[in-house]
């Protein structure tokens, strides 16, 4: 998901008569602005009567906003064209098995080969669709949508054959794709003294602002694994706090775990928190406490510590001031990553930065 930043321009009238930068009047030469600097940053960008205003002046309040709208940017080209990449080596691959097997055209092929071979939507599968969308359907039975439904099941089984048979093909024909991924502006975030998991000097450093009660963080961890286990001792990942104000249990199930860490049982309750995130309850919190073998006094009398909430706080502050607006967010080396992304995308910045020999853990 791509963060958009508006930027609005207010214009006020004023009363001659106010206070502000003096009037030039009719006639008068205007104040004059220098030329460009050889550094853009000292170059005068506005100049009146008495003062002036260099663009390192006007710049350094929206560092990071000017920032992340060029991360933005340069990953929504990115995304266009890996999807006109993928697009273009799909059809091309397509022609020429067609023509290899003799066949009139690609539909013929993908005929074959995805509509047939792709499953018939189960009973089971038609019911659990019908389910998630019950509220959409306002009432209606089951039977009075079945052929929408079956339909929906039926696209989404062609679209994962068809994805595993392109995967064939990429893999028959020897695909390799090369195109580079942006290098991307990098925007400091602290690690503070949160809790970590990998070596400290790691030349990776992935910082990872999330919360306990929001489902797409939840579906992160999939991608996170799938680092773990193909870059091992090369990453290290920090947890940092942003419970979303929405969120009314993602600020005492972030004070749960914290309070574990107190105990060397951070990892053990956040996992559990993060794999059953409907649960976040009181009773909820306590059940997990106890599982994982805390000292519940102990524990309890943490959570009281309004220094916890403190310490959330300052977390979110961090993750504002880098431009966090929502979850999960990660930085990678600084790198910044939105959303719950697929392992692709974490696997292209991580292999850029070890290839890269000035690259740091951030």
Same mark, same amino acid.
Request: hydrophobic residues 40%; aromatic residues 8%.
């Given at each position: 998901?791509?963060?958009?930043?508006?930027?609005?321009?207010?214009?006020?009238?004023?009363?001659?008569?106010?206070?502000?930068?003096?009037?030039?009047?009719?006639?008068?030469?205007?104040?004059?602005?220098?030329?460009?600097?050889?550094?853009?940053?000292?170059?005068?960008?506005?100049?009146?009567?008495?003062?002036?205003?260099?663009?390192?002046?006007?710049?350094?309040?929206?560092?990071?906003?000017?920032?992340?709208?060029?991360?933005?940017?340069?990953?929504?080209?990115?995304?266009?064209?890996?999807?006109?990449?993928?697009?273009?080596?799909?059809?091309?691959?397509?022609?020429?098995?067609?023509?290899?097997?003799?066949?009139?055209?690609?539909?013929?092929?993908?005929?074959?080969?995805?509509?047939?071979?792709?499953?018939?939507?189960?009973?089971?599968?038609?019911?659990?669709?019908?389910?998630?969308?019950?509220?959409?359907?306002?009432?209606?039975?089951?039977?009075?949508?079945?052929?929408?439904?079956?339909?929906?099941?039926?696209?989404?089984?062609?679209?994962?054959?068809?994805?595993?048979?392109?995967?064939?093909?990429?893999?028959?024909?020897?695909?390799?794709?090369?195109?580079?991924?942006?290098?991307?502006?990098?925007?400091?975030?602290?690690?503070?003294d949160d809790p970590s998991i990998g070596p400290k000097d790691a030349k990776i450093?992935?910082?990872?602002?999330?919360?306990?009660?929001?489902?797409?963080?939840?579906?992160?961890?999939?991608?996170?694994?799938?680092?773990?286990?193909?870059?091992?001792?090369?990453?290290?990942?920090?947890?940092?706090?942003?419970?979303?104000?929405?969120?009314?249990?993602?600020?005492?199930?972030?004070?749960?775990?914290?309070?574990?860490?107190?105990?060397?049982?951070?990892?053990?309750?956040?996992?559990? =928190?993060?794999?059953?995130?409907?649960? =976040?309850?009181?009773?909820?919190?306590?059940?997990?406490?106890?599982?994982?073998?805390?000292d519940i006094d102990k524990w309890q009398a943490c959570r009281k510590d309004p220094?916890?909430e403190d310490e959330i706080k300052k977390d979110m502050a961090d993750g504002a001031?880098?431009?966090?607006?929502?979850?999960?967010?990660?930085?990678?080396?600084?790198?910044?990553?939105?959303?719950?992304?697929?392992?692709?995308?974490?696997?292209?910045?991580?292999?850029?930065?070890?290839?890269?020999?000035?690259?740091?853990?951030?």
């Amino acid at each position: 998901m791509l963060v958009s930043l508006l930027l609005t321009w207010m214009i006020a009238c004023q009363p001659a008569d106010s206070a502000g930068p003096k009037a030039v009047t009719a006639g008068a030469p205007p104040p004059a602005v220098q030329a460009p600097a050889a550094n853009p940053d000292e170059g005068v960008v506005a100049a009146w009567e008495g003062g002036s205003l260099t663009y390192a002046e006007i710049k350094k309040d929206i560092a990071t906003d000017l920032l992340r709208l060029e991360a933005d940017f340069l990953t929504a080209r990115y995304d266009a064209e890996t999807a006109a990449l993928d697009d273009q080596v799909n059809t091309r691959l397509l022609d020429a098995e067609a023509k290899k097997q003799g066949l009139a055209d690609p539909g013929a092929l993908l005929k074959r080969e995805v509509e047939e071979k792709a499953a018939a939507p189960t009973e089971g599968e038609i019911k659990e669709l019908f389910d998630a969308n019950a509220r959409k359907l306002r009432g209606k039975t089951l039977e009075e949508v079945r052929p929408d439904i079956e339909r929906a099941v039926r696209q989404r089984k062609q679209g994962e054959r068809f994805a595993v048979y392109m995967a064939d093909l990429r893999k028959q024909y020897g695909v390799v794709v090369q195109l580079p991924y942006p290098d991307l502006p990098r925007i400091e975030v602290s690690t503070d003294d949160d809790p970590s998991i990998g070596p400290k000097d790691a030349k990776i450093t992935i910082v990872q602002f999330a919360e306990f009660q929001c489902p797409y963080c939840g579906s992160a961890r999939e991608s996170l694994d799938e680092v773990q286990k193909n870059y091992p001792g090369q990453v290290r990942f920090v947890f940092r706090d942003f419970p979303l104000g929405f969120h009314d249990r993602a600020i005492p199930a972030a004070v749960a775990a914290n309070c574990a860490e107190k105990q060397d049982k951070y990892w053990e309750v956040h996992d559990a =928190l993060m794999k059953n995130q409907r649960a =976040l309850e009181e009773a909820d919190l306590e059940r997990v406490a106890r599982e994982a073998k805390l000292d519940i006094d102990k524990w309890q009398a943490c959570r009281k510590d309004p220094a916890m909430e403190d310490e959330i706080k300052k977390d979110m502050a961090d993750g504002a001031k880098a431009g966090v607006t929502g979850t999960p967010a990660f930085f990678v080396n600084g790198v910044f990553l939105n959303g719950a992304l697929p392992y692709e995308r974490f696997k292209a910045v991580i292999d850029r930065e070890l290839a890269n020999p000035a690259g740091s853990a951030g």
